[in-house]
């Protein structure tokens, strides 16, 4: 596979680095609370994947979850590990550390940036999968565009609720 200007390979390993942005006409702290709420990652991974003993409620640093993953709900489960090595609800950015089902190392920053229209999710995924990168990659990048979608959903929904946000935006000490 060639090298796109979304990969950047990591010198000294078979890493790749994907680098992925969506706009939202949404306020920055409501895209930011559906980021960093688990309840929605099982929303807008529907049908991609699913999760066994995957916690409810808002991610927190320092937080290490342990769940079993697969692909498009059919495909045997396998062991997945996430740690939340950085959170920033200021800055609305996140930092994870995550390990399993085939991968040696999958480490996601994303952050939520305001401007005048809304606000601009920013993501960085960084895999070494060995051999396997390249596919890995591939499928990064389908399944963070594919988010997209469902979290303008969630979003429009939370908009019609009007204030119903708040729950969503209330940032829990941990």
């Known amino acids: 596979m060639g090298t796109s200007k979304e990969d950047r390979a990591i010198k000294g390993s078979r890493a790749k680095t994907i680098h992925l942005s969506h706009d939202y006409t949404y306020p920055a702290g409501w895209v930011w609370g559906v980021v960093i ?41 396998q062991p997945y590990e996430m740690t939340v090595i950085a959170l920033d609800h200021e800055k609305m950015s996140f930092q994870s550390d995550e390990v399993g089902a085939g991968v040696k190392s999958w480490r996601h920053s994303l952050r939520v940036s305001p401007h005048k229209d809304g606000c601009r999710i920013s993501e960085e995924i960084e895999i070494d999968a060995g051999m396997a990168t390249p596919i890995f990659a591939a499928w990064a990048r389908f399944l963070y565009r594919r988010r997209h979608k469902p979290r303008l959903q969630i979003l429009a929904s939370l908009e019609q609720g009007k204030g119903n946000h708040q729950t969503t935006t209330n940032f829990q000490a941990h």
Do not use: A, C, E
């Not at 099982?42 to 916690?55: D, H, Q, Y």
């Open 37 to 77: 709420d688990l309840d929605h990652l099982k929303t807008i991974t529907k049908g991609l994947v699913s999760f066994r003993n995957l916690p409810s409620g808002q991610i927190y640093q320092g937080q290490h979850i342990q769940v079993d993953v697969s692909l498009f709900s059919w495909m045997p489960y």
